[in-house]
């Protein structure tokens, strides 16, 4: 396999020690859940619901702005106060309760973490995706094994695109940024990580609002997770 970055200040094989990886849209397909959860709480509330491809481009900025979206039909709308509140009860509610159930790894996921992990990778899962759902997702889909760290939408006081995460996640392996990567799929990710000062890989097959990840110039895409592996090289 030919090595080569969108960006060409960046040299391939990147030399690190902490790859950190995006949830959603990264290791796992998690639509179907979200979706059957949002459609259970708009019709708890007696309104219409939406087709997945729907919600496909409306995951990435956690779980208010998901539910937001669900209720109005927009990216940025704001529905009524005295809606919002128990509509995102509501899918709490119903997500929590299958937050596994149709979700799962993407094709090449876990055959990468297996290689990662034994090459001798720090390994971080930087989401946006609250803890009460992060945790026992990865717990139900046997990945949480692979993680030495995991970060949730609701673990700091900022979430991706700020860098704290991906900067808190290099204090944690005591390690300095460009010692370390980020695996995504969305503009977010990509954002995060020049904020941090960090390579950033992206994969063409996630829930990047429904925009060609290629436009925000990651410094490279791969097709599987598993492509992700000739592009970088252990620091010891």
Partial sequence: ?????????????????????????????????????????????GRAEWGIEHYR???????????????????????????NEPALTLFRQHYAAAVSDLSRAYPGVVEC????????????????????????????????????????????PKQKPDPMPLLHACQHFSISPDHGVLIGDSSNDVQAARAAHMPVICVTYGYNHGHDIRQSLPDAVVDSLIEVLPYLRLYK
């Fill in 1 to 45: 396999m030919k090595v080569s970055s969108i960006a060409q200040a960046v040299k391939f094989p990147l030399t690190v020690k902490m790859v950190m990886i995006d949830l959603d849209g990264t290791l796992i397909d998690t639509v179907p859940d979200l979706a059957a959860a949002a459609n259970r709480m708009l019709k708890d509330l």
């Fill in 113 to 156: 973490l297996e290689q990662l992990q034994a090459q001798g990778f720090s390994l971080a899962c930087i989401t946006n995706k609250a803890a009460a759902f992060t945790l026992p997702l990865l717990k139900n889909l046997d990945l949480a094994k692979y993680f030495q760290l995991v970060l949730s939408g609701d673990s700091l």
């Fill in 57 to 83: 481009a409306w995951i990435g900025n956690g779980v208010p702005r998901f539910v937001k979206r669900a209720l109005t039909g927009e990216m940025q709308a704001e529905p009524d106060d005295k809606l």
